[in-house]
């Protein structure tokens, strides 16, 4: 069975950091690409980022190129979201989905239940 | 960036069919995604590539796509259908992944 476990959320000010981990569990890590996927409060879903398999290819929104960054380790089938710079807006809860193949053009399939993250002084 | 429009809402009655729809410019000519999203619960792929399922998605699900509209269906309602549902498209331009604003579907 697919889990995807999502951790690091939680309450920072405006302008810090924050970095969130996905851990996988239940199929190859290593030949799927990944998304991580946002929803504010109440809002609906809001594309982040992708990242293949082999991290050769990575996409992100305008909303937050330059601000966030994705990677993973196929080693400890993990994948993460380095946030910096952060803004009010980008309150919401953050989920990270495994792709149907190994590129990030390929929608999600399975998804984990969220870390809120609270940006917020 | 590409837009993809829903209606907000949509109602119907226990066993009948539910149309939802999706409107894009030109949309027949992308892959659409839908996915269902109970209160509370992660999204899930309902209807991918337009019209496939993927595993255990019931054969109620369906979706098709043309022109200017991608449209998913479910036939035979159900009360525990009751969710928001987002389609989604993969585009060329600045943004690579968009999600149409949802609609959720309720069950009279």
């Known amino acids: 069975e697919v889990q995807l476990v999502e951790s690091g959320g939680g309450l920072v000010q405006p302008g810090r950091s924050l970095r969130l981990s996905c851990a996988a569990s239940?199929?190859?890590?290593?030949?799927?690409?990944m998304h991580w996927v946002r929803q504010a409060p109440g809002k609906g879903l809001e594309w982040v980022s992708g990242?293949?398999?082999?991290?050769?290819?990575?996409g992100y929104a305008v909303s937050v190129k330059g601000r966030f960054t994705i990677s993973r380790d196929n080693a400890r089938n993990s994948l993460y979201l380095q946030m910096s710079s952060l803004r009010a807006e980008d309150t919401a809860l953050y989920y990270c989905a495994k792709a149907r193949a190994y590129d990030w053009t390929n929608p999600g399939d399975h998804w984990g239940q969220g870390t809120l993250v609270t940006v917020s002084s | 960036s590409y837009v993809l429009t829903q209606p907000p809402s949509v109602s119907v009655a226990p066993g009948q069919t539910a149309r939802l729809t999706c409107g894009g410019n030109?949309?027949?000519?992308?892959?659409v995604h839908w996915y269902q999203q109970k209160p509370g619960q992660a999204p899930v792929l309902v209807v991918y590539?337009?019209?496939d399922r993927p595993s255990g998605i019931p054969e109620r699900f369906s979706g098709s796509n043309s022109g200017n509209t991608a449209t998913l269906t479910i036939s035979r309602v159900e009360a525990g259908d009751e969710a928001d549902f987002y389609c989604q498209v993969w585009d060329t331009g600045s943004d690579p992944w968009v999600f149409g604003g949802g609609t959720k579907l309720t069950v009279l």
């Open positions: 030109n949309i027949g000519s992308k892959s």
């Open positions: 590539d337009d019209s």
């Open positions: 990242i293949s398999w082999n991290s050769h290819s990575i």
């Open positions: 239940g199929f190859t890590f290593d030949d799927y690409a």
